[in-house]
């Protein structure tokens, strides 16, 4: 069974503060791994999209990481905002014709930051 | 904005009640998805929409009754729901994998 395993559940750092987000997943035929930004009460914006031969890809302050041998992913957050407090969910798709159906989605990671 | 719009935002109806929610994107997506939210847990697949026609149906209540007139309109019909439906309802569309998810419909069912 497809599944994707984040930690911590929660997290509070404070404001100007770096802060790691783990992802382990047991997704297969992997496709390609993304981790969302989900504000309270809207829907997640990706913010990155790993595939299986990317080991770092940076988007401004975020920097996610990918093992594709382990299995895991880390989202880096350099300089922590206000703003930045959110869930951040790991999501993996599978090779399964592309399509929201083919993703499996972690329980997200609720950052807090604190001025 | 991610080109995928949701009305309404806030939903409170009574178990009696009969509501639609409503999904709507012109971002040339042909695949259109509804999802669940609710606390502490993932996000769980409803429907998925290819091309007007529906593709899956993950064993919801048929108190949940989607409609997809064209491929950049999808609906979800409630009635005689339960308090345990109370939930973020969120619509997407994909691309590449990539899945647009509107700002969702927080319900409440009381």
């Known amino acids: 069974k497809n599944q994707v395993e984040q930690s911590p559940q929660s997290l509070i750092i404070l404001e100007g503060k770096n802060c790691t987000l783990q992802?382990?997943?047991?997704?297969?035929?992997?496709?390609?791994l993304r981790w969302y930004k989900q504000d309270t009460g809207r829907g997640p914006v990706s913010l990155t999209i790993?595939?299986?031969?990317?080991n770092t890809k940076s988007n401004g302050r975020y920097t996610a990481t990918l093992d594709a041998d382990t299995k895991q992913s880390s989202l880096h957050i350099t300089a922590s905002q206000l703003s930045d407090s959110a869930s951040y969910i790991c999501?993996?798709?599978?090779?399964?014709?592309?399509?929201?159906?083919?993703?499996?989605f972690g329980k997200g990671t609720h950052l807090i930051i604190q001025p | 904005e991610t080109g995928v719009t949701q009305t309404p935002r806030h939903l409170v109806m009574g178990m009696t009640n009969k509501k639609s929610l409503k999904c709507e994107q012109h971002?040339?997506?042909?695949?259109m998805y509804w999802y669940k939210q609710s606390a502490k847990k993932p996000l769980e697949l409803m429907f998925v929409?290819?091309?007007?026609?529906?593709?899956e149906n993950n064993s919801v209540p048929s108190r949940f009754s989607p409609e997809c007139p064209n491929s950049s309109h999808l609906f979800l019909h409630l009635h005689t729901l339960q308090p345990e439906d109370s939930a973020l309802y969120l619509c997407?569309?994909?691309?590449?994998?990539?899945?647009?998810f509107g700002q969702g419909t927080r319900l409440t069912v009381v």
């Open positions: 997407a569309s994909t691309r590449n994998t990539e899945a647009f």
């Open positions: 992802c382990n997943y047991t997704v297969s035929p992997f496709s390609n």
């Open positions: 790993m595939t299986f031969s990317e």
């Open positions: 999501v993996v798709s599978a090779w399964a014709g592309g399509g929201a159906d083919g993703l499996t």
């Open positions: 971002l040339g997506h042909n695949a």
């Open positions: 929409y290819n091309f007007k026609e529906q593709t």
